[in-house]
């Protein structure tokens, strides 16, 4: 399965961005969703998950964020409001193709996208 993730760009602290991750490829079962950010220098962290209907959200994004999915067009998305500089980072969507409980490590997913930047200048 191959993920394409776009929307990320530049906006001011307090912005708002909508990423959007599509899934295409061979017929395939996707169980959960998630998004992992890399900031410069850092490792790549746990931001949000969505496993049928239910979401989960790093506590830094807590409030802040939403995920989401279209299931009829294969697609999750990540509404990003009040950002803060402290959100700027490579976005990576990824998709789980076995059942697993686990949701917020990286390694619990197997198939990721090419990642979208984010900038939120203050």
């Known amino acids: 399965v191959q993920l394409q993730a776009c929307g990320g760009g530049l906006v001011q602290a307090g912005g708002s961005l909508r990423l959007s991750c599509a899934a295409s490829g061979r017929a395939f079962r996707r169980y959960g969703m998630g998004w992992f950010r890399q900031a410069p220098g850092q490792g790549r962290d746990f931001v949000a998950a969505?496993?049928?209907?239910?979401?989960y959200y790093a506590d830094s994004v807590k409030g802040r964020f939403t995920i989401s999915e279209d299931n009829a067009k294969n697609t999750v998305y990540l509404q990003m409001n009040s950002l803060k500089p402290e959100d700027t980072a490579v976005y990576y969507c990824?998709?789980?193709?076995?059942?697993?409980?686990?949701?917020?490590?990286?390694?619990?997913?197997?198939?990721w996208g090419q990642g979208t930047l984010v900038t939120v200048s203050s």
């Open positions: 969505i496993n049928a209907g239910s979401t």
């Open positions: 990824a998709a789980q193709l076995r059942a697993t409980s686990w949701y917020a490590e990286a390694h619990e997913y197997d198939s």
